[in-house]
């Protein structure tokens, strides 16, 4: 018997966004706090600038938007 979590899948958090509901959905999806996944990705942002956000954006425009 096949079962599929469909609550573990990454979404874009609308209620709890700060631009876009990225780093929100990343840390629901893997029960990190979301403040903590927010620094990281900044801390990364200011090292890899252009790979950061890049994979940013790309997941700003491939991701579903979950209320």
Known sequence: MNTY???KNWYKDALNKKLSGV???FA???DFPIWATR???ILLFI???LFIGGG???AHFC???KA
Do not use: H, I, K
């Open 5 to 7: 979590n469909n609550e």
């Open 23 to 25: 780093c929100s959905g």
């Open 28 to 30: 629901r999806r893997f």
């Open 39 to 41: 620094l990281v990705t």
């Open 47 to 49: 090292q890899f600038p």
């Open 56 to 58: 940013y954006l790309a």
């Open 63 to 65: 991701l579903d938007t």
